[in-house]
């Protein structure tokens, strides 16, 4: 099940940059491990799975505005910032 | 023997604090002390905040004197996972991702440690993000094991095992998502709990697995570690899994002819280190010395949990993980001009190679083409999983198996090896997929290193299991060992 492994598409899809090193390291230790997971592909399991929480007494929370941090505590700990609003690299070039 | 103040259990601390023998302050300038002497040797915090604590000590001690006291752990130092937010403190999870972020806010779990008036005592080293089980990917510094210094602590919470048995805190927070807690508990001889999935809010937790991640209590003695767990467990509309009515309850006294404890068929066989399996054998032959039925349960897909919780765990940590981009906090790229590069090279640099070695493997198990084979025959076979643990225990009150298969290993040895290290969790996976509540207790020795055993119960059996761990402790002389550093 294993031959399936593109490290690259993988990368792409993860947002990493790999090394051509890295990339030999992790086909060979992930092809390694999906061996493994060979165990689940051959059980006999239910049809269906059950993914209700075990004791379900868990409740959504009425829906009312709470207290957000503010701008203040926000920028704080962004990267960079400008008039209290987080700066990132342009997204739209200018010709478009 | 005249104790020294880092050798008493939080129990004792409160009692000495309540008849006024001694001060929050001379505790944790002692604490300090400790800390100062010991740390750079063992590598627990990453962090102390020793004006912040003396002030928080300070405080506890104003309150005492004016009759305000917040309850037992007033003036208690309780060490912090570094996953665990605290307003105004570092929030790293031991990651150069984010090296730089000073938490905003108070997880649910601090809020509850504040309003019981506990000091609020560093940050502990821990595996990258919770991802491994030796604390050897923490970006920031090495933890050793404090019974013998070449060896892992175990993790990912190997911070807060080594801090309690190196007696540098005597309370500290973990967090569990395959094991986290239990596996490091169990190679420093100490006491680990992860309680039912619902039963503690993971507000301001930093999500890895977020079906299975839960807070608990790491502790040198069980009463120390009900202690702590009373203080945590309590209703959070924050975390839509915590539970909406208030659990805690006090240690019930057990009856130990009444209880029925299940071994699974074969456990101590293949895979089980000859003194790991002589000391559980002895926990079990005590627990039938003191009347208990044992009872032997099949679990017939138990070897199916190591791989399905790696399906399950790394498809999470996958999404979960995709919010560091460099955009919000946390580190960002210096080289990049755009903004998928900069969310590309931030997380490129930011991540070390374990976390990008999940993050690659649950983006595979969730990939087109590929999300029915792995991801949805995963959820399948935990499902299985759940429903033979469920019924089980049905017939017994709890399971007793090992902790982790062998002692504690030396540094550096698996680091190599993903697969072998994922199989230190083979006994301590089930509970997470399941969601029950599952206790590491030491109970002796493989050579000169702790060893423990793991029982795990129904949902929201923690008080029992807590009992059943306490007859043992009662009878044996493992709790509040700390080793000769």
Redesign the interface.
Known sequence: ?SQ??D?D???K??????TAD?KKL?TQ??S???T??E???K?D???????A???D??????DEPGKP?GAE??T?????SHDGQ?S????VDDES | MAQELYQLSATEISQRLAKGELTSRALVEALMKRYHALNKKVGAFTHLDEADVLAQADASDARRKAGKTLGPLDGIPVGIKDNIAVKGQPLTCSSKMLA???S??DAHVIESLRAAGAILYGRLNMDEFAMGSSTENSAVQKTFNPWDLARIPGGSSGGSAAALSAGLVPLALGSDTGGSIRQPASHCGIIGLKP???LISRYGLVAFAS?LDQIGPMARTIDDCVLLLNALASPD??D??????NHRQQLPEVAAKSLRIGVPKGVLGKGVGAEVAAATQAAIDFYKSQGCTIIEVDLP?S??A???Y??VATAEA?SNL?RY????????SAN??????????S??EG?G?EV??R???G??VL?A??AD??Y?????????I??EH?AALEKVDMLLTPTVPTPAFKAGEKISD??QL?LEDIFTIPANL???PALSVPCGKSGHLPVGFHLVGA??SENKLLAAARLFEAAHGFANQLPTL
């Open positions: 099940m399936g492994l490290i598409h993988l990368a899809l993860a947002r990493l940059n790999l890295e992790y230790q992930l390694q491990v999906l493994y997971f165990a689940l592909a059980a399991l239910p049809p269906t799975a059950d993914v929480m075990v004791v007494e868990s409740a959504l929370r009425s941090l505590a926000v704080k700990i962004a990267p960079a987080i990132v690299p342009r997204v | 730089p972020l000073v905003p806010y039912t999935y619902g079906s509309a924050r839509m899994t915590c539970f909406n009515k897909s070897d199916l190591v791989p399905t790696y399906v996958s995709a981009d460099g955009v919000r906090y946390g580190h960002r990049a001009k755009t903004p998928i590069e900069m969310m590309t090279n997380r490129s991540f190679p990008k070695r993050i690659l493997l983006t595979f990939s083409g590929y084979a792995y949805v025959r995963a959820l399948r076979a935990r499902s299985k759940r429903a469920l993903p697969l994922y399941a969601g029950l949902p929201l």
